[in-house]
């Protein structure tokens, strides 16, 4: 799916093969460049850059289209007094792992244009200008396809329809709107669900205690056992041992939920444990188990944003592009990107595991708002059906990821030329890799396919839609963002079809899924990973073979319609084997 292409504007003329998106405008371009492809001959060409987009075209024919929030960082090669024929130019790096390469003549000094318009339109938020988000929408309003009001993506996840769809409010639990000011914790929702005898003014102590006020809440109750996922951040213990009487009893009254009364609450922390030790130093910690009765705590031994992001920086290296005589195989060691995987997934399939045997489970890192997404996300989604559909991965990701707060602004970098930043980190793409990773185990599970997983990475730096556009949920509400931008999940509904998997069998997958977190099952997500380097990109696409069937199959009961109408009206069953023989062949092959 071509964003690009499908949110420009038809009632433009194209511009020597350029057709612009409403709002969009034409900042400069550079006639006499140069693109330096690793994989092709270099190909002469117009450079030129827009409010939202970086393009290459040769001959009228874009080669190259980048939204401009993919861009990483600019780099200029060589000086005036630089020598061969491509010592003087562009590098660009994106975030999308590819790395592009611009050759300039030093004559005109068109360069310096180039760059200064790439630095300040790539990098919105360090210069103070509006996010093309912003421009999209008020320009677009009516003249795309995306829909508006009632009908827009932002309406697609509704807290209390969630909480309805699991059966709340009940007699265990509430939901609570003492957050609807955004006073007790600015990065948590308005609306949340807590076991229904812990009163307000509790509720309020409990935040005092817990790091960023982020306090324990409901994220999901199991539909047979009734056992629990509850989400927080570390307590405020300390080497001292300080202790909250309204945080130990909250502990209580979640695990007095359960059906079960000797069933423990089992504490999983996502940290390895002298990371947490080490926060008590700075007054932080972990829950003691001799405050905490009837709990267990549990180190998962994930590790931090800088470790990840350390992690990644090693994968891309190796990635594009890969030089034949580099040694992959212990890059990729290196790297440890596959183990950091194995970890989050062999974390969540934990918690699965003691849901399903009717344990409650509390999920928490330092601040709850990364490795504590990654876990709780994951084990809905191999425990609920619902959350593996189009419309239910959307409502995990809108729940877990933006309504409690994970920080997309400052881990992405948006709109900010800092590129060094320690605060950014891969954990959102982690969680899409591990996603990805359950989907190769379970083909047939999944409503959607990879282009899905591949659409959200890439508009999540993109800059066009303003769902992962600031920190949380009271900054995006305070930007008037659901009136102001569009949402990604409009895009998502209207190129329906391109990501729909054509082997999904719900019929078969309507219990959890028992994934293995082996390493042997590990694999590198080529389809996202490698997509820019043609080398490494398989010789046949399994998925768009299985969706060729699909559309054969639909043909072939065209025609049969046609000449046994009668059969056909009778037989309405008969009409799911194609499918399932797609699903089968695609297996086989």
């Known amino acids: ?124 938020f360090s210069s103070g200008l509006k996010y093309f988000a912003l421009l999209l929408r008020d320009a677009g309003a009516s003249r795309l396809k995306l829909p508006l009001g009632e009908k827009s993506g932002w309406k697609l996840y509704d807290f209390e329809r969630e909480m309805r769809r699991q059966g709340l409010p009940n007699d265990s639990w509430r ?126 031994n994930i590790h931090n944003i800088h470790v990840m992001r350390e992690s990644l920086k090693r994968l891309r290296e190796i990635c594009y592009p890969m030089q034949d005589q580099q040694p992959w195989l212990s890059g990729l060691e290196a790297s440890n990107w596959l183990k950091h995987a194995k970890a989050i997934i062999s974390g969540a399939v934990r918690i699965v595991d003691l849901l399903d045997k009717g344990s409650s489970v509390l999920i928490h890192c330092s601040d709850g708002w990364d490795r504590t997404a990654q876990l709780s996300a994951l084990a809905m989604l191999m425990l609920d059906p619902y959350y593996r559909t189009t419309e239910g991965f959307q409502v995990l990701v809108e729940k877990e990821w933006l309504s409690f707060g994970h920080k997309f602004l400052q881990r992405l970098g948006l709109g900010d030329r800092n590129h060094g930043d320690e605060q950014r980190s891969p954990v959102f793409l982690q969680f899409i890799d591990c996603t990805w990773q359950i989907m190769q185990q379970f083909p047939c599970a999944f409503e959607f396919n990879e282009k899905l997983l591949i659409a959200i990475l890439d508009h999540m730096y993109s800059g066009l839609f303003g769902t992962f556009l600031f920190n949380c949920q009271r900054e995006r509400t305070d930007a008037d963002l659901p009136n102001t931008t569009f949402a990604l999940w409009d895009l998502i509904t209207l190129c329906a079809d391109e990501f729909k998997n054509p082997l999904y069998s719900p019929s078969e997958h309507q219990e959890k899924l028992d994934v293995c977190p082996a390493m042997r099952f590990m694999r590198v997500w080529r389809g996202y990973f490698f997509r820019w380097n043609p080398l490494l990109q398989p010789k046949e696409s399994l998925l768009d073979r299985a969706a060729e069937l699909h559309r054969l199959c639909d043909k072939l009961q065209a025609v049969y319609a046609d000449v046994c109408p009668q059969s056909v009206s009778g037989s309405a069953g008969q009409q799911a084997a194609p499918t399932a023989a797609v699903a089968t062949a695609a297996a086989a092959s």
Not at 255 to 276: E, G, H, V, W
């Open 175 to 300: 939901i609570s709107t003492i957050n609807s000011k955004y006073e007790l914790c600015p990065t948590y929702p308005p609306l949340f669900a807590v076991p229904s005898n812990v009163g307000n003014d509790e509720l309020a102590s409990i935040s005092q205690f817990r790091s960023r006020g982020r306090l324990p809440v409901l994220s999901w109750i199991h539909p047979k056992t009734k056992s629990t996922i509850t989400r927080c951040s570390q307590p405020r213990v300390g080497f001292a041992g300080k202790r909250c009487a309204e945080d130990e009893a909250m502990f209580q009254a979640i695990r007095q939920q359960n059906p079960d009364p000797s069933a423990k609450l089992y504490i999983m922390d996502a940290r390895p444990r002298r990371n947490a030790v080490a926060n008590q130093a700075k007054g932080l910690g972990y829950e003691y188990a001799s405050v905490y009765s009837d709990c267990e705590i549990c180190f998962l």
């Open 1 to 124: 799916m071509d964003a690009l292409e499908v949110l420009s504007d038809r009632s433009t003329p194209e511009v020597d093969g350029l057709r612009v998106m409403p709002g969009e405008t034409i900042i400069c371009y550079d006639d006499d460049v140069t693109f330096l492809d690793p994989f092709e001959p270099p190909s002469s060409g117009r450079l030129v850059v827009t409010s939202a987009r970086l393009s290459f075209l040769v001959s009228g024919t874009c080669k190259v289209a980048v939204p401009l929030g993919l861009i990483e960082r600019v780099d200029k090669v060589g000086n005036h007094s630089s020598r061969g024929e491509h010592a003087y130019g562009l590098e660009v790096q994106c975030k999308d792992f590819r790395s592009l390469k611009f050759s300039h003549r030093r004559e005109d000094h068109s360069r310096r244009a180039v760059y200064e318009a790439i630095m300040t339109y790539a990098f919105t």
